[in-house]
């Protein structure tokens, strides 16, 4: 079956500091590949989506400065969170589809706390 | 304003009891999907239904396209199943699911 993995599942990181988080897609193929934030309290806000051979696409309020992705494969995906501050805690989850279908399969997440 | 509407905002059961949760959307979907998120927050996805009626264990989803809303039904609910339900719709070929806000649901012994 489809599997995303999603690597650490907790992080604590100091405020200022940054902090990577990964993606592995096993049992297909992951041709797009979507990174989340779900804040407390709020619903899940998509950060980008990156798609293999194309350009990766922020949405308004997330930047590439502040999020940058990496997608170098299909079954592999990054994403850092550099200058981490209080307003970047929460769930981090990463959603994976293949090329054809309009679903994506999710991660467990990476829970992200900054002190 | 909010693409994807969830309804109701919680739920409280008894177990045994069935539960019925609703999401609106504003615009047209293209692939309509129904999340579990559990309290420790990881999802999983539990159907995919753009139209139609759908049917897995305890859950049963009808997908009204037309009239821009699904639902979940999940019959003889149990303790387990507490968590959040949530909607996630995507329009066209973008992979992108909107969120709901989610159902809190709580099914005590």
């Known amino acids: 079956g489809a599997l995303v993995y999603q690597y650490p599942r907790r992080t604590i990181c100091k405020s200022g500091t940054s902090m990577r988080m990964e993606c592995q897609a096993v049992g297909f193929q992951a041709t797009s590949v979507a990174w989340y934030r779900q804040s407390p309290q709020k619903t899940f806000e998509l950060i980008a989506l990156?798609?293999?051979?194309?350009?990766?696409?922020?949405e308004q309020n997330f930047t590439q400065e502040k999020f940058p992705i990496s997608h170098p494969n299909l079954s592999f995906s990054s994403m850092t969170v550099l200058n981490a501050y209080l307003e970047d805690r929460g769930l981090y989850l990463c959603?994976?589809?293949?090329?054809?279908?309009?679903?994506?399969?999710f991660g467990a997440g990476t829970r992200l706390s900054v002190l | 304003g909010q693409q994807v509407q969830q309804s109701p905002a919680s739920l409280v059961l008894q177990e045994g009891e069935n539960a019925e949760l609703q999401c609106n959307f504003s615009?047209?979907?293209?692939?309509l999907q129904w999340f579990y998120q559990s309290p420790g927050g990881s999802l999983v996805s539990l159907l995919s239904?753009?139209?139609g009626t759908k049917h897995t264990g305890r859950l049963t989803s009808t997908t009204v396209t037309k009239e821009r809303r699904s639902s979940l039904h999940i019959s003889s609910s149990q303790t387990t199943d507490s968590g959040t339900y949530l909607c996630a719709k995507t329009s066209g070929g973008n992979y992108k699911p909107t969120f709901g806000k989610g159902t809190s649901l709580v099914v005590h012994p």
């Open positions: 959603g994976a589809g293949p090329a054809g279908q309009n679903t994506l399969y």
């Open positions: 615009s047209t979907a293209t692939q």
């Open positions: 239904n753009p139209s």
């Open positions: 990156s798609t293999v051979n194309s350009a990766i696409k922020y």
